[in-house]
């Protein structure tokens, strides 16, 4: 099975095609703590992060920036205290492609670091 | 006028008093660009800022979470793309201390920096 992390995030078009039910069924166990929410009638793939504080928190949310900056594919972050939550879509196709199963793929990495 | 900038937050108990609507009509027009929202049942008073890039937003965020351990009290962030947006309120007593006005006040002199 092709691998999530060893993936990269590639220019995504507003013509390029939201993932379909049958590749979601193989792309979500690569990324089991994820959950898919609607908001605002698009699709985000969505997790929280628990720590043990404030700039723990903090922290984990800068390699997540950085990472989103690598990847030009940007994520919202929200902070909270000993909590972080990440929210993976793609706004040119208002839903989700391929790139945001990548990305929290690699955001899972991050946090096991 | 007693300004916010000029206070410091202290320590919130559980039974500690929310702003009156008297004290609230003085401290509104102190930060002029902040609203009250209510989420879930509790008042909180959220800002959004603009920016151009998602790291000059980071760098923001980084400023307030700073501020948020300087004064322990400790805001919702939400990092978006060429936005930020903050929200205080104080969770011991379930909705909007004088604490927050001054956090509030305090994160727009950073932002202004």
């Not at 992060?49 to 989103?68: E, I, N, Q, W």
């Amino acid at each position: 099975m092709e691998k999530l992390l060893e993936g990269k995030c590639e220019a995504c078009r507003a013509d390029a095609s939201l993932v379909s039910a049958e590749e979601r069924k193989i792309l979500m166990p690569q990324i089991p703590g994820w959950d898919v929410i609607e908001v605002d009638g698009i699709e985000q793939l969505t997790c929280s992060y628990a720590f043990k504080d404030y700039l723990s928190g903090l922290d984990f949310l800068k390699k997540v920036a950085h990472l989103a900056e690598e990847e030009d594919h940007h994520p919202e972050i929200v902070l909270e205290w000993g909590k972080v939550t990440v929210s993976w879509w793609s706004h040119k196709i208002k839903g989700l492609h391929k790139n945001d199963f990548i990305a929290a793929a690699k955001t899972d990495a991050l946090f096991s670091e």
